[in-house]
């Protein structure tokens, strides 16, 4: 995926700061192309809307005595039945919702738009129809979503404002649905719709929280979304993710959330993703100033590395907070919004502002280099151990992506494979058992860790030829890697490695073995009988002094990854973007509370090296050493000397 100036989605997801969700109900035109104004003035071109169910399909039953049949009509027109308006969609509310899209055209925006919304900041807007029907599954229910869709769609079919049509806003939040298999039924049912209605238009999920692996617990798959829809979607609030907020919101790993999360539904459902809703959560949370460096970081991230666009929640506070949802969740009134209630704009809107002039001064930014798959299992999911294997990698200066074991993907086309926890009896199927054994054995490099994991021919694969599962002691064991570095991983089981035939790159506390690796085909295979990404998932501020990334640098240098420029920080990230064999782009963002100053490490010599763009405080010296503010970011363009080329 390419992104410019032009297909990076910058915006906003909007409420009206006067009305909030009583926008349709107190609409106001003037309002509305004031504040699509502000919006289009901080260089944004999305804006994210909300229809609210309940008052664009007021439907009120009356029903018939002694088993006649019953009227359906509008709840304030009795006299409008499905025969002359099917879908049973509020004329007056239409002719606002035109506006609206009118507006959005005139400012040079174009729109998602959430056609059934019910769940909005902690409050369920229902409509009032529901009667206790299920959401996905009732007929009545599923034949007035599919004929909203269908009309609503087709009023603006063909319209270039519309981005993207969703079902709604994290509609799987609405309720409880019973089975992947209702989930999957809604979702085409929805879809067919849309399609049906506007033949021409996109679709996004407008969802939060996907699995891999859908169950009755967690219904709403991956893939199973991505069958449906056009684009994925991410809602990446670190407080409400397990795993995510386990630093301060502005470290590396809680602000790569976003990042990892929409690479892992891009990867896994191979669909553009777009970080739909990120922010603050308030100034409880997060002061102004840092929201804004919070903001920065999160867009240079995302754009680096392919997301669709990055669209902040929310527009602005709200002067209605006596109103609900607002009056009820002092949250949504703790400054969530670019804009002040008075109107004043954030430091976080001044970021949007210079981004969108960066993104300007960059013609082009070619896709990033990947090194490496962090796999998925094909039995088990681990979303809070996959983000902290993607920002070990990171640390180590390796660019990933997600596989999952169950799909089509050619595991060869990695250097490096890393299967991260994955322990117990029954880590994986012995089909992507014997996938993995392929790949190293094609020349790809395999790391494995996990506690107690059951694994086949391990002594053709690790050359582990004896081990024995036992119980750690305290639920914790010390792991010492070459360089003496320690590592505690807090965890039930260990496997005791008796006899090995190979090489040895860790040990136990005891010096017995722990880390070891034998070659296998063209590859080699390292297996580790530690749980060490599920164990710092677990713990705070875990990766904070880079120790643990001293593992996953040595895994670099096993799979032999050499890359034409690099730094050594274990709190910037880096993405390195081939223009072509000699040139290309560097981009570095600091996660850092301190400024980054490190030399820049090239293959070859660099014979042309600038900072093409970047968020401000970036210089390079003669010493081709880069100096990179706190929190900042700089896109550095290098070209090589042919004439030493390896």
């Excluded at 599923?142 to 609503?152: A, G, S, V």
């Excluded at 709604?168 to 809604?186: I, K, L, M, S």
């Excluded at 681990?382 to 169950?406: H, S, V």
């Excluded at 749980?531 to 713990?539: A, D, F, I, N, Q």
């Amino acid at each position: 995926m390419i992104n410019t100036q032009s297909d990076f989605m910058l915006g906003v997801n909007y409420w009206p700061r006067k009305s909030g969700v009583r926008f349709y109900r107190e609409f106001d035109p003037e309002e509305l192309t004031k504040e699509f104004g502000e919006i289009r003035a901080l260089g944004c071109d999305t804006v994210r809307v909300f229809v609210l169910w309940d008052d664009f399909q007021p439907i009120r039953e009356f029903p018939g005595g002694h088993g006649t049949p019953r009227a359906i009509a509008l709840r304030d027109d009795w006299n409008a039945s499905p025969r002359e308006n099917p879908a049973l969609l509020d004329p007056a509310m239409l002719k606002k919702f035109d506006c609206v899209v009118e507006t959005a055209s005139r400012n040079n925006l174009r729109l998602i738009v959430a056609l059934l919304t019910a769940w909005m900041s902690g409050t369920l807007f229902e409509p009032m129809f529901r009667n206790g029907r299920n959401y996905f599954s009732d007929p009545f229910m599923l034949k007035y979503q599919m004929l909203y869709c269908r009309y609503f769609t087709a009023r603006y079919a063909g319209n270039p404002t519309i981005r993207y049509w969703e079902f709604g806003n994290e509609q799987n939040c609405v309720a409880r649905c019973d089975t992947p298999e209702a989930a999957w039924v809604w979702m085409q049912s929805l879809a067919l719709s849309i399609r049906q209605g506007d033949p021409s238009g996109k679709i996004a999920s407008g969802m939060h929280g996907l699995q891999l692996h859908p169950s009755r617990k967690s219904p709403w798959g991956i893939r199973e979304s991505a069958e449906a829809v056009d684009c994925l979607t991410t809602h990446p609030y670190p407080e409400f993710t397990p795993g995510c907020f386990q630093e301060s919101p502005l470290a590396l790993r809680s602000n790569l959330h976003a990042t990892a999360q929409s690479v892992y539904y891009a990867t896994l459902g191979r669909r553009p993703t777009l970080c739909e809703e990120t922010g603050s959560l308030g100034a409880s949370v997060i002061s102004e100033r840092e929201s804004a460096e919070y903001l920065r970081m999160r867009l240079y991230s995302l754009w680096a590395n392919g997301a669709a666009g990055c669209l902040w929640w929310c527009f602005s506070d709200f002067t209605c907070s006596g109103d609900l949802p607002y009056r009820d969740a002092l949250m949504e009134n703790d400054g969530l919004g670019l804009f002040r209630a008075d109107g004043s704009p954030r430091p976080a809107a001044q970021e949007m502002k210079w981004f969108r002039e960066t993104l300007k001064t960059l013609p082009r930014l070619p896709e990033r280099r990947v090194d490496a798959a962090i796999l998925v299992s094909d039995l088990v999911e681990d979303f809070p151990t996959a983000l902290t294997a993607y920002a070990l990698c990171k640390q180590a200066g390796i660019e990933p992506e997600f596989a999952a074991l169950d799909s089509d993907v050619p595991l060869e086309k990695y250097k490096l494979l890393i299967a991260p926890s994955f322990g117990g009896h029954a880590p994986c199927t012995v089909p992507a058992y014997r996938k993995l054994a392929a790949a190293v054995a094609a020349g790809a490099t395999l790391f494995w860790s996990g506690d107690g994991a059951t694994l086949l021919e391990s002594g053709r694969l690790f050359g582990i030829q004896e081990m024995v599962k036992l119980p750690t002691r305290d639920n914790r064991e010390l792991l010492i890697l070459p360089d003496s570095t320690q590592l505690t991983v807090e965890c039930p089981w260990k496997t005791g490695i008796l006899r090995f035939a190979g090489t040895l790159f860790g040990t136990f506390g005891d010096g017995s073995p722990a880390i070891v690796g034998a070659p296998h085909g063209r590859g080699e295979a390292i297996f580790c009988p530690l749980p060490v990404e599920r164990s710092l998932s677990r713990t705070t501020y875990s990766l904070e002094n880079g120790a643990a990334a001293r593992l996953y640098r040595l895994l670099a240098e096993r799979a032999k990854m050499e890359h034409p420029v690099d730094i050594q920080s274990t709190e910037a990230e880096r993405t390195w973007h081939p223009i072509d064999a000699d040139s290309g782009y560097l981009v570095v963002i600091n996660h850092a509370e301190k400024p980054l100053e490190s030399r820049l490490l090239t293959t070859r010599q660099p014979e042309e090296l600038t900072i093409a763009a970047g968020s401000g405080d970036a210089s390079i010296d003669d010493r081709e050493a880069l100096h990179l503010g706190a929190r900042h970011a700089a896109v550095l363009h290098i070209r090589f000397n042919r004439e030493q080329l390896q």
